[in-house]
């Protein structure tokens, strides 16, 4: 401690500034997280009916078999010199042993950095992908987020123009998009990206809203390793003059259309997933938006975030959060569901991505 006091500054390096229950919480959480996705591994009734400790060792022997054949030999060394040394009071036996130990914990220390490093690059690009702004289309307000569970993530979410159908009044069409990868981290951050790819370069051509689905579609089951890596989406077109939305579902969960009047729908036509079938076909829904109206588009890490009990937020707790003032803005409304989730979650870990949309009509469209 008189290092601390010597050098106050460090305490806050070693802790990125956060106060100390804050350190304690981060670390039960951590240790949730890991604990709960080794034993998933392990998901079996047998596994699930052992006492604690049993769980443990069983843990610990599968992490033992994950290092590398010569780090598995240094560490079981490691080992039998420090209960060797201790048993004969030896100290040279015990020093070897300590080092030799923290020899392996120093190789799988550098391999972490190296892969934290590479995925922190993942994220910087993964970022470019998305709009870190709302674009500036009269008529509208628009406020999303974004947090993925691990460093990159298999959500997406996008709002851009783009040209109206032939045969169409050459009208603003603003595209918003929100969708989520089957699976989390990089395999499904790698699949969030040819989506986007695939999206970004289709909804060049002006074709209709439900073709443009089944275009991407096509793209997806390419790439979906035979419907393993599927994509669940929604497509929504708003026409910016006459306010008319037409969207397709494909398998996403239920967006919620809030009207002024305080009515609620949801938006549910389209089809299945993406990268399930290349032959599918998907019907597309419309909708009429007046001022006041508000879409909420979200992936399922909202609804089914758990709390420390394992209890989920539910679509319930976030309709009732939805019921706000006609002026209230996006951002706005927004920043109260996000609270009210992190709120619920507190320190438990979380295990899938979590996105959300919201886009309101005002005057001037």
Known sequence: MGLFRKDPSLWKRLTDGMALHDVWR??????????????????????????????????????????????????ILGLLLLAGGRQERAQGPMILGVLLVLLVLGLELADRVMMKRDLEIAREIQGWLVPKTSPAVAGTDIAFVTLPANTVSGDYYDAFLRPAPPGQPATERLLLVVADVAGKSVPAALLMATFHASLRTLAVDSMPLAELVSSVNR???AHSLGGLRFTTAFLGELDTTTGILRYVNAGHNHPVLIHGDG??????????????DDEAVYQSGESLLSVGDRVIIFTDGVVEAQNAKEEEYGEARLLELLKSPLEECSAALLGRVMASLNSFVGSAARYDDITLLIMRIIPGA
């Open 26 to 75: 981060q670390l039960r959480s951590e240790a949730g997280s890991s604990y709960g996705l080794y034993s998933r591994k392990m998901d079996s009734e047998t596994f699930r009916r052992m006492p604690r400790w049993k769980q443990f060792a069983r843990i610990a022997a599968a992490l033992f078999w994950e290092l590398s054949a010569a780090r598995r030999v240094c560490l």
């Open 219 to 221: 793209y997806t089951c």
């Open 263 to 276: 009515t609620i729908e949801r938006l549910e036509t389209g089809g299945m997933p993406l990268g399930v």
